[in-house]
């Protein structure tokens, strides 16, 4: 017997999805009334399925939607959840603290410990805080602008870094424009933006010599189109080039926390000037932080007028509240530890031996990335070098094929790419359950081929 072509399979994935979440559907359906593309958030619309499972509650690395269906989750909330959903000491410490006040405008005495932590795992001496990764690069961003006079800032091509206006940027034909999809950017991008390739040292020197670079924003590795990592030396040059040129260099671990207790960062040993990190480190509740070396916090604090310390384009009224201090405070203390990171890595190696024993498996042209306790897997069979090299790589059918194809095995895959993440709470049983779905799809895709 003949095996389908994979669009076959994608409607036969399609029908399965349907028949197997009907109160989904209908949630789905009603919700056209009241939300603006059925969808609380706009890029819900891209699941795989036409309309997006609706959850009813989720605990360590496992969720319930409505239909009763029980999934492994390895989107984890696209890292909001690395900690696992609703951890114990989260849990307790948001709820006493709810119970005590969430949000104040004084400081609580979490804000010192969570700043201790913080300069401890990345060492950068001095913190502020914030509630979005996007609001902590936008700070950042507009510091390094302040302290160096320069105007525009330099980022890789494909980078995401939230919603940052100055990072929705690309390269088209060497000029950099508006991303595809940046909806009403205030000012043309190359008013504000400088983009190079990643890995490109060159590209970088040449941009960097424009002189008007106020900082470079960075992944330590991309993650955001597949991962790309960064090639041996290129941090080094990287560091270099942005000493020499006058640009600070603000990391962005936001993802790259994956890499362990002290993200990237630590890991190899990089010396940001500022650092930023969100998602995680709050346990899912709002929370992020921006750390800064001592010379660049002194060049900072000569900036903030006092007087006028309100009004200068950088903070948030519910920014640095005690909920969001006690949250981070026991999810850095007592879930994220050493120990978790220890059990994270390992499920990360089996999670990326078995992706690569079934590609072998069924000789298919493809390649699995490990960054730490996150994976990915990319329908090619290089490597890529640059972002461009991983955008070019993707395949929206497979893409949807295999999202969905997980999905209806009880798999939850991070949407946009093939992106997994490992939890303290994750099981070598869940990994060896997504191996098995991935081969069971690889088997059927190679046949189809
Ligand atoms: C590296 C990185 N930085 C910042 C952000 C923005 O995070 P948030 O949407 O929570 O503001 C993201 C989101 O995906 C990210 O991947």
Redesign the pocket.
């Known amino acids: 017997m003949r095996a389908p072509p994979l669009d076959a399979l994608l409607e036969r994935e399609l029908a399965r999805f349907e028949g197997s979440h009907p109160r989904s559907r209908a949630l789905a359906a009603d919700a056209r009334r009241s939300l603006l593309g059925g969808v609380p958030m706009h890029w819900m619309v891209r699941w795989p399925g036409g309309f997006p499972v609706f959850a009813t509650e989720a605990a360590g690395a496992r969720f319930l939607d409505v239909d009763g269906n029980e999934y492994v989750d390895f989107c984890l909330g696209?890292?909001?959840a690395m900690a696992g959903h609703s951890p114990a000491p989260t849990v307790r410490a948001v709820a006493e603290q709810a119970a005590r006040g969430i949000t104040l405008m004084v400081p609580s005495e979490d804000a010192l410990r969570v700043a201790d932590e913080l300069a401890r795992r990345f060492g950068l001496p001095l913190w502020q805080f914030a509630l979005?990764?996007?609001?902590a690069?936008r700070f950042a961003v507009r510091l390094a602008r302040a302290v160096t006079g320069r105007p525009k800032i330099l980022v890789f091509n494909w980078c995401?870094?939230?919603?940052v206006d100055e990072t929705v940027a690309t390269l088209a034909e060497g000029r950099v424009v508006a991303r595809a999809g940046n909806l009403g950017p205030p000012v043309p991008l190359e008013e504000t933006t400088r983009v190079v390739e990643w890995n490109d040292v060159e590209a970088l020197e040449r941009e960097l010599a424009h002189g008007d670079v106020a900082c470079v924003l960075a992944?330590p590795a991309l993650?955001?189109v597949g991962i790309v990592l960064p090639e041996p030396g290129f941090h080094t040059a990287l560091r270099e080039a942005t000493r020499r040129h006058g640009a600070l260099l603000i990391i962005?671990e936001?993802?790259t926390f994956c890499a362990g207790p002290g993200g990237y960062t630590a890991a190899h040993g990089l010396e940001p000037d500022v650092l930023?990190i969100?998602?995680a480190i709050g346990g899912g509740i709002a929370s992020?932080a921006y750390g800064f070396s001592e010379e660049v916090a002194r060049r900072v604090q000569e900036a903030i007028p006092r007087d006028q310390s309100d009004v200068g384009g950088v903070g948030g009224t519910l920014a640095a509240n005690v909920l969001s201090l006690a949250a981070m405070r026991a999810t850095l203390g007592e879930v994220l530890t050493d120990a978790a990171f220890a059990h994270m890595l390992e499920l990360g190696e089996r999670f990326e031996r078995g992706v690569q024993a079934a590609i072998d498996a069924n000789a298919l042209p493809w390649h699995v990335t490990r960054l730490g306790c996150r994976i990915e897997y990319l329908f090619r069979a290089e490597t890529p070098r640059t972002g461009s090299e991983a955008a070019a790589g993707a395949d929206e059918l497979l893409d949807r094929l295999i999202h969905l194809y997980a999905l209806n095995r009880g798999i939850l895959l991070t949407p946009f790419h093939n992106m997994a993440l490992i939890s303290p709470a994750t099981a070598a049983g869940d990994v060896d359950r997504h191996t098995s779905v991935f081969a069971e799809a690889a088997a059927e895709i190679a046949a189809s081929a």
């Open positions: 696209d890292t909001g979005s990764a996007t609001d690069n995401y870094h939230g919603t992944e993650t955001n962005d936001t993802h930023t969100g998602k992020a």
